[in-house]
């Protein structure tokens, strides 16, 4: 399998504890993209890369959130003392640029978080 | 003001029949591009279709076709001979072009969950 993946799929956990997704892009792909999804709402953009290089950052991103991209291949999302608020799924995402607007974003299946 | 608007939050039809899942936007930007995706309830986003605002045809792919109508800033996602698998949520997504200093992520829709009758 070449897709975009991600571990774990699901994490459980309680409120004040850190957590770390990993995501994993299809090969050769040089954006890779994290994106948050709450129950009844598409995703939303959270922060990408441009090989290892972080470009931006939603205002969603608290500082309680980090992300890394070490080498310009997979990526963490740790999140950092929880909170109920934090339950979602969040999903990865990684696009190669061909050209101004040519570029196609492939998703994992996501990591969903549980905060109890 | 929402970009991306999806007024059905669910629609329904019978297997084998064709049904169109509406989406509009909201731009100022000329250069942008507009996604469909599909949302199984296992949670993958599978990538549909494309359509670039300079593109002069509909997209199509198999039986996804667009109805892209850029004058209403519609890009309405229309499936053909529907199967049951083609249940799931439905997500119309936009990448505004560089002016608009967006150029890289998505917005989405809220979605439609489509269901299939047999």
């Known amino acids: 399998d070449t897709g975009v993946s991600q571990d774990p799929r699901h994490k459980i956990t309680k409120r004040g504890q850190n957590v770390t997704f990993r995501c994993d892009p299809i090969?050769?792909?040089?954006?890779l993209y994290w994106y948050r999804q709450t129950l009844g709402q598409g995703p939303e953009f959270l922060t990408y890369?441009?090989?290892?290089?972080?470009?931006?950052k939603s205002r969603l991103l608290s500082d309680r959130f980090s992300a890394e991209r070490p080498k310009g291949s997979f990526s963490t999302l740790e999140i950092q003392r929880t909170e109920q608020g934090d339950s979602a799924m969040y999903l990865c995402?990684?696009?190669?640029?061909?050209?101004?607007?040519?570029?196609?974003?492939?998703f994992g299946p996501g990591t969903r978080l549980l905060v109890l | 003001a929402q970009k991306i608007t999806q007024t059905q939050p669910g629609m329904f039809v019978q297997e084998k029949e064709a049904v169109t899942l509406d989406c509009t936007y909201d731009t100022s930007d000329q250069s942008y591009g507009l996604f469909w995706y599909k949302q199984p309830s296992s949670g993958e986003m599978i990538f549909l279709i494309y359509q670039g605002s300079y593109d002069e045809q509909n997209a199509t792919e198999g039986r996804y076709s667009l109805n892209f109508q850029k004058a209403r800033k519609s890009a309405n996602l229309v499936i053909s001979a529907s199967q049951l698998g083609d249940s799931a949520m439905y997500f119309c997504a936009m990448r505004e072009g560089p002016s608009g200093g967006s150029n890289y992520k998505l917005t989405f829709g809220k979605g439609t969950l489509l269901t299939v009758n047999p």
């Open positions: 890369f441009q090989n290892e290089a972080q470009l931006e």
């Open positions: 995402a990684s696009s190669l640029i061909i050209g101004p607007l040519q570029e196609t974003q492939y």
């Open positions: 090969s050769e792909h040089n954006r």
